[in-house]
């Protein structure tokens, strides 16, 4: 079972941050989770909300700053908003990278996400997490994307592997409370990875015990060095 850490590990320094990133490669996490958003000057760049408020030392609206004036921003430690090129570079082809869109505000952003993943020769490393249609606009930009289904709780299983498989999504993200090994041996049998999400916040005993018996292929969690450590 693979854990990708969620945000970076940011327990050592801020979150979505270069560092963040590394250290998640130090402590030997197989994959990183990020979420991108895009600058008033349409560069793709690596933070969690839509504004800097939470996470800076400044307040605003991503969409409305510059790459240069994001980058003049203080987001502690001395770190400042990478760009997702700058995340590649900097990891190489080190980690799986869980890149996460989320709301399309901006039409801008998708074929931005896709060039940065093919220039910097990403494709058999860097999968997109996402909604439907913004998936399926991604791989029209680009057939040899790599895509993760986001479902929400599977009412009709077979039918949402179905769904999941002719999309070509070779990842299905879910809840950890909703899989159990049935489901997950389905999804293998359909050449799908089941991934585990919603182990943030906080640490939750039962999700360990209760996770890797189903036979998930990986966890996104804040907590990546426990889940390494194999500590309850």
């Known amino acids: 079972m693979q854990v990708f850490a969620h945000r970076g590990h940011f327990a050592e320094y801020p979150e979505n941050t270069l560092g963040a990133f590394r250290a998640a490669a130090r402590i030997g996490a197989q994959g990183i989770e ?3 958003h895009l ?10 909300d839509a504004h800097v408020d939470r996470t800076t030392n400044s307040v605003g609206s991503v ?14 430690c001395g770190e400042c908003v990478p760009t997702l090129g700058e995340i590649f570079q900097a990891l190489g082809k080190s980690l799986r990278i869980n890149v996460h869109l989320k709301a399309i505000d901006d039409k801008r952003l998708v074929p931005a996400v896709v060039s940065a993943i093919t220039q910097h020769a990403m494709l058999n490393h860097a999968y997109l997490a996402t909604n439907e249609p913004t998936w399926q606009q991604a ?11 986001l479902g929400p709780h599977p009412r009709n299983t077979p039918a949402f592997l179905k769904k999941t498989h002719s999309l070509d ?9 909703i ?10 049998e359909l050449g799908i990875e089941v991934h585990a ?11 360990f015990d209760s996770i890797p018996p189903t036979g998930v292929d ?10 390494l450590a194999g500590q309850g």
């Open 179 to 188: 899989i159990d090994a049935l489901f997950v041996d389905m999804a293998h």
């Open 197 to 207: 999400m919603h182990l943030e916040a906080n640490y939750d005993k039962r999700a």
């Open 63 to 76: 969409a409305e700053l510059t790459l240069k004036e994001l980058q003049q921003l203080d987001t502690g």
């Open 218 to 227: 990986a966890v996104l969690t804040d907590y990546p060095k426990r889940w």
């Open 169 to 177: 999504c070779s990842i299905i993200q879910l809840d950890w409370r």
């Open 39 to 48: 600058t008033h000057d349409g560069h793709p760049v690596v933070l969690h």
């Open 34 to 36: 990020l979420d991108v």
């Open 139 to 149: 791989r029209s930009l680009q057939p040899k994307l790599s895509g993760c289904h």
